[in-house]
């Protein structure tokens, strides 16, 4: 991620800060029909709850060489340590976000 997005909290510690734009029932329906594969996203909740997930580097940094070498001494020799490992890898925050409002709710009449 661009180093813009890393900030200094409050307590000292690094934390990655995640710019989300709000969206409204009209929207969200209009960007899932606007895909080459609407059908396929039909789970999605049109109203209510939402939150992002976001991925990043573990501990363990990004050294792909280094890390596939820690792999695979462990696959070899140290078995029991690879779920240890496999933990450290990534990093995984999810935050929730404000409910997507129905278009009723918001003043907003759905697009068809």
């Known amino acids: ?5 890393i900030v200094t909290g409050p307590n000292g510690r690094q934390e ?3 710019t989300v734009l709000g969206i409204d029932e009209a929207s969200l329906v209009a ?4 895909t080459t594969m609407p059908y396929a996203l ?3 909740p049109r109203v209510g709850s939402q939150a992002v997930a976001i991925v990043e580097p573990g501990e363990l940094g990004v050294d792909a060489v280094g890390l596939g070498w820690d792999y695979l001494k462990r696959r070899l020799f140290d078995r029991a340590a690879i779920p240890a ?4 890898l990534t990093s995984v925050q999810v935050r ?5 409002q129905s278009a009723s709710s918001s003043g907003m009449l759905p697009s068809y």
């Open 1 to 5: 991620m661009a180093p813009d997005q």
């Open 96 to 100: 929730e976000l404000p409910a997507i």
């Open 42 to 44: 039909t789970g999605i």
């Open 16 to 18: 990655r800060r995640v």
């Open 85 to 88: 490992f496999l933990d450290q």
């Open 31 to 34: 960007a899932l029909e606007q």
